[in-house]
Structure formats: C-alpha cells, structure tokens
C-alpha cells in the first residue's frame, strides 16, 4: 500500500504479516567467505564493535551547498539485533530503530503446514531494503556463523545481484550506505547480534516476492563456504 504525505510517497509493509504469492520462484544467492577482498564494494570487515559507520550527508533540492559540518549531526544509534526461528518464519527484532519482522521463511508459505519437514539450512527472503543515510555494522554477540545477503546500490535491483556474505562469526561485517540487505542471519535457531547504524535511518525497500515475484534463497551453512 502506498499514501502520500505532502509531497512524498511512502510505502507501507506490514512486516509481520508479509502478503507473500504462493508459487514463487526461488532465486539462489551465491555464498561468499567475507573476507578483507571478497567483501570490497560491500562494506569491510570489522574486528571490533567500535568500527567507524559512514553517516551520508543530508540530500540537496538546488544548486547550493551545504554549510561545512552541517547535514551529518543525526549521529548514530545502537542496540540488539535479534533472530530467533519460529516454526517456518525466522523474526527479527532491532532494537536501534525499534523494529520487528517476519525476515524468512524456511519453505514457501503455503507449503508449511502441520507434518511437513522444513529445511534447516536456508532462508528465504521477501523482502530487501537499503539506508542513503548512513552505513551499518552487523557484530556477533554469540560466536557463531552468520550470513548477510548483500547487494550493490541501484534502484533497479534485480534478483541476481544479490550475494550472501559469510563470516564464522569471529568478526562483525559492516555494509556501506546504499548497500541493498536484509538483516543479518544466524546459521543457528537463534542468534544475537550488536547493530549500529545511522540514527536518521531512512529506509528504501524492495517487495521481492510482490514486485519482482521471487524468494531469495540464501544458505546458512556452518560451515565455511568454498570460493567463488
């Protein structure tokens, strides 16, 4: 659903009850050791919760400047983000911006039902979104492996684009701003994780399922993936 406020357009979701097809397509996101090289155009790898988030300066409407030092003061925000699998869906709670969400699935919707086993290495993602305003850090709490889906900036995304960036988990991995994602995924039923971020925290999404018709097939091994 769309509303108009003033002058811009404004997209609703609701996330925790995602108006999903039945009968998609699954897309398989490649799976890539992040590492120092593999991760460039992405983000970088950090070592430490304290590593530095880009905060994007505030857009222009015309041909002047911003004043030096002004337009980046909205700083950052901190907290938990959490996962944790329920039955097929996989919710995500972040405490930085106050958000909460149905991020995956681990089989199509209209195919869980009571007796059906589901799949315990993948998630399936209907939904994408990206911050112009700033970057942000995905850092483990627990030591375990995780997976962040990650894509280049563009507005016109298409499925393909899309890689899943695997760390062991003795490392956080920081996405730049634009960097299309969609939260950060633990290879375990649950998984904690310490987000940092811009505080403005705009965001941009794309409807996978919706507007362009697919899931996102991403493993979630615990294992270390092979190279590209």
Not at 79 to 92: H, S, T, V, Y
Not at 100 to 112: C, D, K, L, N, T
Not at 158 to 178: M, N, Q, R, T
């Amino acid at each position: 659903m769309t509303i108009r406020e003033g002058s811009m357009d404004q997209v609703v979701f609701d996330y925790l009850n995602p108006k999903v097809p039945a009968g998609l397509r699954l897309i398989d996101v490649p799976l890539v050791h992040a590492t120092e090289e593999s991760i460039k155009g992405y983000g970088e790898i950090a070592t430490s919760r304290d590593h530095r988030i880009e905060i994007v300066p505030w857009p222009l409407a015309g041909w002047r400047k911003l004043d030096a030092g002004t337009g980046i003061e909205g700083g950052t925000t901190e907290g938990i983000f959490a996962c944790e699998w329920r039955a097929n869906e996989l919710l995500g709670r972040n405490e930085a911006v106050g958000g909460h969400y149905v991020i995956g699935f681990r089989e199509r919707p209209e195919q869980a039902a009571a007796g059906v086993a589901l799949a315990g290495d993948r998630v399936l993602l209907w939904h994408c979104n990206y911050h112009p305003d700033g970057g942000q850090l995905f850092f483990p709490i627990d030591g375990q492996p995780f997976v962040v889906p990650v894509a280049k900036p563009g507005d016109n995304l298409k499925p393909e684009d899309f890689v899943a960036l695997w760390s062991d988990g003795s490392f956080g991995i920081y996405i730049h701003p634009g960097i299309w994602h969609e939260g950060v995924f633990p290879v375990t039923p649950t998984g904690r994780f310490f987000d940092k971020q811009g505080r403005v925290h705009a965001r941009v999404s794309c409807d996978l399922a919706g507007e362009l018709g697919v899931l996102l097939n991403v493993p979630l091994p615990m294992s270390t993936p092979p190279p590209l």
